[in-house]
């Protein structure tokens, strides 16, 4: 049985324009996860992950607003949080679109760890934008790195690579008999030291969907995002979708900065470094094109050669 790794993107979660009520969320990834069912009855064994951006991001506004009445919880316990609540969204509506289809499987999600090293150059130099705007730098933390906005100051945190999952063990043990829901946000950023801590950082997903499928011996990756395939020239006059590229076709692309490091050149770089250590086939598209993608009629392959 063929293994893929399905990455979930935050749209799958919250819509613009929508406030990110329990209910909204839930109803969004109900209608993905008819896409997740019928990849499942073409016979493949599935590992889900998942962003947390917007998520994470009120979940951390909470922490601000109530911290007059409740301690404030660190980044890397919110994550946490994050993959509690988002995994449960995904547990309920694929538990329920599954019993709809008379299959009876498991579905299960992985609160996960995921180390990485603290000599990371990305701790010296935060980059990743989280949290709220704040209107000015009074009474905000002297070591936050902050970034200004024309919304305001925002904490920047580091975003450093993913090196090992914890659970490593565990979930290849589990995806024979369950659906799993693995590194939610990329997973909880820890180093080791005398054990296991947890750092304030954010793993990017992508990156994490990679060494996932490592750990699972996937064959395909699939990343789901807001848009229906990879464009160069995105969002110009002329922009082309590219419906197939190899490994050496995508470093190119990348060296003359079609993907920026925000968007979508970490699918990129997760793509090469997948193709490149087991993979055979990587898809690109939005949620509605995934049936069309695999048949090659939609999105973006990426292929070793």
Known sequence: MKTLVVALGGNAFLKPGQKGTAREQMKNIENVMEHVVGLLKKGYRLVLTFGNGPQVGNILLQQ???????????LYVCVAESQGMMGYMIQETLYNKLHKHRIDIPVITFVTQVVVDRKDPAFRKPSKPIGPFYRSKAGLPRDWSLVKTSRGFRRLVPSPEPKKIVEAEAIRETI????VIVCGGGGIPVIKKKGLVGVDAVIDKDLSAELLAGVVNAEMLIMLTDVDAVYLNYGKKGAKRVRKMNIREAKQYLKEGQFPPGSMGPKIEASIRFLQARGKRVVITDFDSLEKALAGRA???VVRK
Do not use: D, L
């Open 176 to 179: 024979r008999r369950a659906i």
């Open 299 to 301: 999105g973006t392959v």
């Open 64 to 74: 601000e607003k109530a911290s007059m009445f409740v301690p404030k919880m660190p």
